[in-house]
């Protein structure tokens, strides 16, 4: 399994503000992608710092996806009022989580 982690910097999130409010629309666009597996969006909301992680099957469908990946991360910064800072690809050493 494949992962790509993007950062982003943005301006402090409020305990109130809601985080997930175009989770559904992002989701629907990658579900559909060769090999897509899964996403996690993370977030400090003190410092307005976030990360998106996805995971994928393999390096190529993770490669493949790149494109589609670009204009998402672009699109959501925009929207967010964020910059993205880096975009970093890793081999998946192990995972694990409970049922």
């Known amino acids: 399994m494949f992962a790509r982690l993007s950062t982003y910097q943005g301006s402090p999130v409020p305990a109130e503000g809601d985080v997930t409010g175009n989770s559904a629309a992002i989701v629907r666009q990658v579900q559909g992608v060769p090999g897509f ?48 800072v880096s975009v970093e690809h890793f081999e998946v050493g192990f995972s694990h989580m409970e049922p």
């Open 37 to 84: 597996r899964g996403v996690y969006y993370l977030v400090d909301r003190a410092s307005g710092r976030a990360k998106s992680l996805t995971l994928w099957d393999s390096e190529q469908a993770m490669r493949d996806s790149e494109e589609l990946a670009s204009r998402i991360r672009g699109e959501s910064a925009q929207r967010e009022g964020q910059r993205i």
